[in-house]
């Protein structure tokens, strides 16, 4: 499944175009579109945007939420578009992995918007905001501290000698998007080859399978015994270094856990195949660490 990710400051257009995008490929070429939208993640995880901005342990949850997202959608028929601010090129690097280690390909929509014509843009959603007593949320405001951090500070532009951001398509709110080039980039050409970092080996054998089954559910199982004996934080003993962060451990149940373990088996098969049991442990703590959000 072709990754689009777009990336864009405040008010740049990032929803219109992955709008676009989705209406494009539904329409002419009757392509399945998942869109994971960022705004989206923001209030399904109970946040605001502008309080997660500041938090930085939010602001983690969510990109880990987005992430997983992505992994799990990927690789099927059609496409993914990534709706999101994701200024980080460590974040879109990691997606390209991601993208690589499936067979996928990939393109990047940078949006960009002139910073005050932006910034006027940002005042208007604020007043209608101020008279919409509902607080409509997908106009949401950004505040002018958050508004000046994430376009002057934070965002690191993409760039199209970077691989991750390549292909890159550089678009103003005025422009016209070229379709048909994105539908090239994506379906045309081919993905880039794996290397030794993202290629995909066969699964080894059912042994391993079944161990990497009984060490997550072992850990699994330990998490929530920490839970009924109200611990903070979980600690591993068979794995030095590892703990679930603190103020997870209570927003974890039982059903949560099952479906995060099968998200992680699935993804582990792809990437870890060729890895210790005792490696898979630490990296199924790890992405607790990263998913567990809601």
Known sequence: MPLIIICGTPVSGKTIRAKQLKEFFENKHKKQVEIVSEDEAIKKLGYERNSMYLDSQKEKRVRGYLKSEVIRLIGKDGVVILDGSNYIKGFRYELYCASKASKSTQCTIYTIRNHQEAWESNLLRMNQNTENKEGDHTSEAYTEEVFNAITKLRFEEPNSNNRWDSPLFTVQLSDQLNFDEVYSVLFEK?????????????LSSAN??????????????????????????????????CVLETGFIQNINQQKLLRLRRQFLTYAKMTHSNDTTHNIGRYYIQYLNKTLTE
């Open 190 to 202: 081919k993905p880039p080859p794996p290397n030794m970092s993202t290629q995909n080996p066969p």
């Open 208 to 241: 391993f399978l079944y161990e990497m089954d009984r060490v997550t559910q072992e850990i699994s199982k330990q998490i929530l015994d920490s839970k009924q004996m109200n611990l903070d934080v979980v600690k591993f003993p068979d794995y030095p270094g």
